[in-house]
């Protein structure tokens, strides 16, 4: 019985410096939080172990703002920002809108073609290299391949047509993305 006391003393011993250092440990770094609140205060202390715990402090609770980023250039000059809403009128040009915009006044586009595929229906899927896909509304083949200029007409009531340049022929299409 002697020897059940002891190694339940030793146990409650060891389990009481375990809680002891755990509460040193835990009140040390809250110290330290406390102690360095911003950049320039982690940038004073010593130790290299402490100094990458309080930046890690500092910049953890500024990592789950997600601030707004906007960026402005006075020097971007006037054809640069043609070029850039340009190439936002032809990214929405064909896509469904209930609200009327700029790229409903295009009337026509121009682009490369990367991919043409079949769906199930056996209709032609012309995927561009600006990533528009567009998706023939009937069955009707048009003879066009990879790398070829195709272009696009708006039409009357909502319809686009694709046709290949300097050719004759269209088929009626629809954007899918």
């Given at each position: 019985m002697n020897l059940q006391t002891n190694q339940y003393k030793a146990r409650s011993s060891v389990a009481f410096i375990l809680q002891v250092s755990c509460l040193l440990y835990l009140s040390a770094s809250i110290a330290?939080?406390?102690?360095?609140?911003?950049?320039?205060?982690?940038?004073?202390?010593?130790?290299?172990?402490?100094?990458?715990?309080?930046?890690?402090q500092v910049f953890s609770s500024l990592s789950n703002t997600k601030p707004e980023l906007t960026i402005t250039s006075p020097e971007l000059d006037k054809r640069e920002k043609v070029q850039l809403s340009k190439k936002a009128l032809v990214d929405s040009f064909g896509s469904p809108s209930p609200q009327k915009s700029a790229a409903d006044e295009l009337q026509t586009i121009a682009l490369t073609l990367s991919k043409v595929s079949l769906t199930a229906k056996k209709r032609q899927v012309f995927t561009f290299a600006n990533g528009q896909i567009w998706e023939s509304k009937t069955n009707k083949k048009l003879r066009i391949k990879e790398g070829d200029s195709a272009i696009i007409t708006k039409g009357a009531l909502s319809a686009f047509y694709l046709s290949k340049k300097d050719v004759r022929g269209r088929i009626r299409v629809k954007r899918r993305e």
């Open positions: 330290l939080a406390q102690e360095a609140r911003t950049a320039s205060d982690c940038v004073a202390i010593k130790n290299d172990e402490k100094r990458l715990y309080c930046f890690d």
